[in-house]
């Protein structure tokens, strides 16, 4: 009995290893088309069209709300306000019309982003 209690408990501990977030992180990537939407909103500060820009990045940011309380259960949450301190910097450089530095914080997140499972 001992044994079969044993051997449960390390099974359910390696599942919950095996399935942690950052692992679902690409179909929840697919489903909700955040990478999308902060491409999108690339696309536009590298255009220079200021309110296509801010409309997709207000898209990213709703997006970025609902996948966030998934994340935070197994991502470190540093990782978590690094994205949410760049949209902040990027929505005040988009607001602005500051191309260099929407472009390299819009880069930053979907650096971030990219490799929040690795982290």
């Excluded at 044994?3 to 690409?26: D, G, M, V």
């Excluded at 200021?50 to 259960?73: R, T």
Aim: one cysteine or more; aromatic letters at 8%; proline letters at 2%.
């Amino acid at each position: 009995m001992i044994k079969r209690i044993i051997f449960f408990l390390l099974i359910t501990a390696l599942l919950t290893n095996i399935c942690s977030c950052a692992l679902l992180k690409e179909p929840i990537d697919k489903r909700t088309g955040f990478s999308d939407h902060l491409k999108q909103t690339e696309d536009y500060v590298r255009n220079q069209e200021w309110k296509n820009a801010k409309a997709s990045l207000e898209d990213s940011i709703k997006v970025w709300k609902k996948l966030k309380p998934i994340l935070q259960v197994d991502i470190d949450h540093d990782y978590i306000d690094r994205i949410e301190d760049d949209f902040i910097k990027l929505s005040g450089y988009i607001d602005t019309n500051d191309k260099s530095d929407s472009l390299a914080t819009i880069l930053l997140i979907q650096d971030t982003w990219d490799n929040i499972g690795s982290l």
